[in-house]
């Protein structure tokens, strides 16, 4: 185990130039998992000595989470900032009782259907603190055989003391952002953590934290949250893509809301707007000439054909009453391909958008997130536009080329495995196949709370949710 561990410090050593990693998938060669990380490497002690930790997360096992602490960090201060209410607010103090250091924060959700799906952690070191943002729950199987995403801050040193409130700031006002984030929750119990952070130099950061928080947001609020702020960052920078109309939009995601009647009601109006923005000026052309979108979503056989076999189904809850009030749908979907991970049979857990170039060999940005396909993630306009309505906690980063040096304003998209690892390159290591492979006439999305009978899965069985 050390020696794996010390080999996984020299990858890292290396600064992996995004810092973006897939989680580890049992079950796959060792050459597809050498840039992957575990929750136990993130919080080993190579990364840092941690004298106290915050998990934000979804679902929670605190006896498996405790476990994936080193020994000599389980007894530090850990503050875990949950959604849960009534009885499973109570199975999770339950859980949290034999262990003193553990602290639990509600997070405030008093807009019906929300949700805390929001995955970050924040550690505290003796040598600074860092920030890790993924898309993984906190239990055993979403770190076993699923494709996960993590986003690994730099280690932010300690500002020196009696420095301004804006020290410390990065030309993407991460840290403003970050401390406006927790703000949100509007939880005493986050105030250590915003005193934390204001205490760190954040200068190194080079992604955007495109954030959602629940609640009715007006006037300046608007912009801050949801696709309105990923809107408001790709209007901000400085794009030099020809025939941008051309390029199109990729949504990548592991659920489905309720998306309207048809594709004008917010799919292909507000939301692709958003997606579609690039640089100044450019809301006029969205609607002349539309970009392609494509979504990627896995198909009933991809799931049936997975490592985990239709259990891994079980966290793609897309719901058959959801699905039936939105046939037009899957005419954008595409079935679920990671041959250049390994991964193409472990589920995707890990959302992503981007904007690609007509030949997918470019990217415009690249977006990382906890947030599905869904208004109650992303928000929905009302009241003509005047507010953007928001139900659930997420957060994500997003790369844009200009952060990285990038002269093109283009990321090169990374074609070849064996390129892993090579500091030398510089390819975007997006973690499935392109171009998108669109549903063929026999495939159909994956839903969750329907049997599937027809075919036994990997492991021999079929499936049939009570």
Request: glycine share 8%; charged share 20%; hydrophobic share 35%.
């Amino acid at each position: 185990m050390a020696g794996g561990t010390l080999d996984k410090w020299d990858l890292l050593g290396k600064a992996q130039n995004f810092s973006f990693y897939l989680t580890r998938v049992s079950g796959i060669s060792a050459k597809n998992n050498a840039c992957a990380l575990h929750i136990k490497d993130i919080l080993s002690p190579l990364f840092g000595t941690i004298t106290a930790s915050a998990q934000f997360n979804y679902c929670i096992d605190i006896p498996w989470l405790m476990e994936q602490y080193p020994e000599e960090f389980r007894t530090k201060p850990l503050l875990i900032v949950h959604g849960e209410q009534r009885l499973a607010k109570a199975h999770l103090h339950e859980e949290a009782h034999p262990y003193p250091n553990v602290r639990l924060c509600q997070a405030k959700l008093e807009i019906a259907y929300g949700t805390h799906h929001t995955k970050m952690m924040l550690l505290l070191y003796e040598e600074g603190f860092r920030v890790v943002i993924h898309t993984s729950n906190l239990i055993h199987g979403d770190w076993h055989q699923k494709t996960q995403g993590i986003w690994l801050s730099p280690l932010y040193p300690r500002l020196p003391d009696g420095s301004p409130e804006t020290a410390g700031e990065s030309a993407t006002r991460f840290k403003r952002d970050l401390i406006d984030y927790l703000a949100s929750y509007r939880s005493t119990g986050l105030n250590e953590w915003i005193g934390h952070i204001k205490q760190h130099d954040l200068s190194l950061t080079r992604v955007h934290l495109i954030g959602s928080t629940p609640g009715r947001h007006q006037g300046n609020e608007k912009q801050k949250w949801g696709h309105l702020k990923l809107r408001k960052v790709l209007s901000n920078c400085n794009s030099s893509v020809p025939n941008q109309e051309l390029w199109p939009l990729i949504g990548q995601f592991s659920s489905i809301g309720s998306l309207g009647g048809d594709e004008t009601k917010w799919l292909c109006s507000e939301f692709k707007e958003s997606l579609a923005t690039l640089g100044p000026n450019q809301r006029q052309f969205v609607s002349l000439k539309p970009a392609p979108l494509h979504l990627v979503y896995p198909t009933v056989e991809n799931v049936r054909t997975s490592l985990e076999g239709y259990p891994g189904g079980g966290s793609l809850p897309y719901a058959i009453d959801t699905a039936q009030k939105q046939p037009w749908l899957p005419t954008f979907m595409n079935r679920w391909s990671a041959e250049v991970t390994g991964r193409s049979q472990a589920l995707p857990h890990i959302k992503t958008y981007m904007r690609a170039s007509p030949d997918f060999g470019e990217l415009a940005w690249f977006l990382v997130t906890s947030a599905n396909l869904s208004k109650a993630a992303w928000g929905t306009l009302e009241k003509n536009g005047f507010q953007l309505m928001i139900r659930s906690y997420e957060l994500g980063v997003l790369y844009l080329p200009e952060a990285f040096g990038m002269e093109s304003g283009r990321f090169l998209v990374r074609r070849d495995p064996s390129l892993d690892c090579k500091p030398s390159v510089m390819p975007f290591p997006v973690p499935y196949d392109l171009p998108p492979q669109r549903y063929g006439n026999r495939d159909r999305p994956w839903i969750w709370n329907i049997p599937y009978l027809h075919a036994p899965d990997t492991h021999g069985n079929v499936w049939a949710p009570s």
